[in-house]
Structures are given as structure tokens and as C-alpha cells.
């Protein structure tokens, strides 16, 4: 069975950091392009973060750019979406997704594989 599941999320406060990790079950982790979503309450799931299957390739929101740094670890099958500077415009539930190849990679219909997302709530 081909799963994602997120976890790390949590309420902080303005500036903190926090780090939201997806394990991924049933698929060839490797080959596949990861990303992470967010979605925020009466908005439309937007595109924060991908990374190739390789880890060299790395792409990110303009909103997100020199605060989030993703990673991964084809080994344990995990990638990792490290948060800095935390803004109240963060706050959305993250979801973690897969896909085996993309063009732009910014569309949530690109992507054929979803976890069930993990809430960020930044307090200011």
C-alpha cells in the first residue's frame, strides 16, 4: 500500500523554527519527486517546496524562499521540510506529496500521491 504520512507539526510562535517530516511506505522513494503543499483555511492548496529524486535539485515558493529548506533521505524514505523565521501566513495544514516525474512541479493535479497533512499554527 502507497502511503505518506506527515508529522512535526505543532503551534509556535512568530520567528520560531519548526521542522515537519513525511515517511513515505510502499513506493520506490527514490525515483520519485517529493514536495510539500500547505493549505490554509478558505484557500487553495499552494505549492511551498520540491525536491528531485537525485536531492540535488531543489525549488521554492517565492513566500517561502530563504526561510524553508527541504531535504531528504532515500535510505529511510523520509523527506523533511525545515521551517525558519515562522510567520503567522504560514499557518496551514502541509501535506507531503509524491509524484514519479513533473514538468513545473507547482500544481497540486500534478501529483498523484497525498498524505493526510500535518497542522502548522504560527501565534504572533
Known amino acids: 500500500q502507497v502511503q505518506l504520512v506527515e508529522s512535526g507539526g505543532g503551534l509556535v510562535q512568530a520567528g520560531d523554527s519548526l521542522r515537519v517530516s513525511c515517511a513515505a511506505s510502499?513506493?520506490?522513494?527514490?525515483?520519485?519527486?517529493m514536495a510539500w503543499f500547505r493549505q490554509a483555511p478558505g484557500k487553495e492548496r499552494e505549492f511551498v517546496s520540491r525536491i528531485t529524486w537525485s536531492g540535488l535539485k531543489k525549488y521554492y515558493a517565492d513566500s517561502v524562499k530563504d526561510r524553508f529548506t527541504i531535504f531528504r533521505d532515500n535510505a529511510k524514505k523520509m523527506v523533511y521540510l525545515h521551517m525558519d523565521s515562522l510567520k503567522p501566513e504560514d499557518t496551514a495544514v502541509y501535506y507531503c506529496?509524491?509524484?514519479?516525474?513533473?514538468?513545473?512541479?507547482?500544481?497540486?493535479?500534478?501529483?498523484?500521491?497525498w498524505g493526510h497533512g500535518t497542522q502548522v499554527t504560527v501565534s504572533s
Open positions: 510502499g513506493l520506490t522513494f527514490s525515483t520519485y519527486v
Open positions: 506529496a509524491a509524484v514519479e516525474s513533473v514538468s513545473r512541479g507547482i500544481k497540486a493535479d500534478e501529483y498523484s500521491i
